[in-house]
Structures are given as C-alpha cells and as structure tokens.
C-alpha cells in the first residue's frame, strides 16, 4: 500500500548575516528504526557553491506500511560558511527525533540552541 508525507524543513542558523547555506542528509523513519529510512533532504557539500536556502517542502513517498501516529527523523546537516568553520545544524548520534502530524519538531546541532533544522510533515 504506502502513503505520502509533506515535509515542511527549515535551516536555522543563528551566527548566519542572511539564509544558510545547509548540506547533509536528512531521513524519515516511519518505524523507529534508524536502519530503515526514507530520504526527506539531500545536499551534497559544494562549497562556495552550496545553494542559500532557508527552507524546502519534501514530499516523501513510504512504499509499504500503515499511516503511524509519530513520525521519525534523523539528519546530519552542516551549515556552509565561507571565512570560518562550518556550523552544525542537525546531527544524529543522540537518536532519532520524534512527533506528531502538524507539529514543528527540531533536530538539534551544535553549541548554539540557535543552531537546528525544524521539520513539520502532515499527511499528504
Ligand atoms: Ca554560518
Ligand atoms: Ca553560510
């Protein structure tokens, strides 16, 4: 059977003048389990040329499976910076983040709590 989720993602970076420059994965797990995981986003690093986007909508198509009432999301994302060391905005070695439809849950990156990318998915 399958189904579709909307994802709604938004790169945040609190020391950026202007949109971030994010690369990194991000996946969606509709069963917990980290092996198992769907791609929501994908950036690979381009350096200087790392597009500037401060959000995207991901329509994700999970190919089998019953519609779960939590979603959940793993990512490593880091943050593209030209003069200084790249940020990081969403790492997965704590574990996979979790919520429900409709609600904005973070993914947490590096020292500053400014730092993370925000995901929202509903049913498509
Ligand atoms: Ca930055
Ligand atoms: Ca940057």
């Given at each position: 059977?399958?189904?579709?989720?909307?994802?709604?993602?938004?790169?945040?970076?609190?020391g950026?003048?202007?949109d971030?420059?994010?690369?990194?994965?991000?996946?969606?797990?509709?069963?917990?389990?980290?092996?198992a995981?769907?791609?929501?986003?994908?950036?690979?690093?381009?350096?200087?040329?790392?597009?500037?986007?401060?959000?995207?909508?991901?329509?994700?198509?999970?190919?089998?499976?019953?519609?779960?009432?939590?979603?959940?999301?793993?990512?490593?994302?880091?943050?593209?910076?030209?003069n200084?060391?790249?940020?990081?905005?969403?790492?997965?070695?704590?574990?996979?983040?979790?919520?429900?439809?409709?609600?904005?849950?973070?993914?947490?990156?590096?020292?500053?709590?400014?730092?993370?990318?925000?995901?929202?998915?509903?049913?498509?």
């Open positions: 059977m399958g189904y579709k989720i909307k994802c709604y993602v938004r790169f945040n970076n609190s950026e003048a202007g971030p420059e994010p690369y990194g994965r991000i996946l969606v797990h509709p069963d917990g389990e980290q092996e995981g769907f791609v929501v986003w994908e950036q690979e690093n381009k350096y200087n040329s790392t597009p500037t986007v401060a959000s995207v909508t991901s329509i994700v198509e999970i190919s089998s499976g019953d519609r779960p009432e939590e979603m959940h999301f793993s990512g490593n994302v880091m943050e593209s910076d030209f200084n060391m790249d940020d990081l905005l969403a790492r997965s070695d704590e574990g996979l983040v979790s919520g429900p439809a409709g609600k904005e849950i973070k993914l947490p990156g590096g020292e500053s709590s400014g730092d993370y990318v925000a995901i929202t998915w509903n049913y498509e």
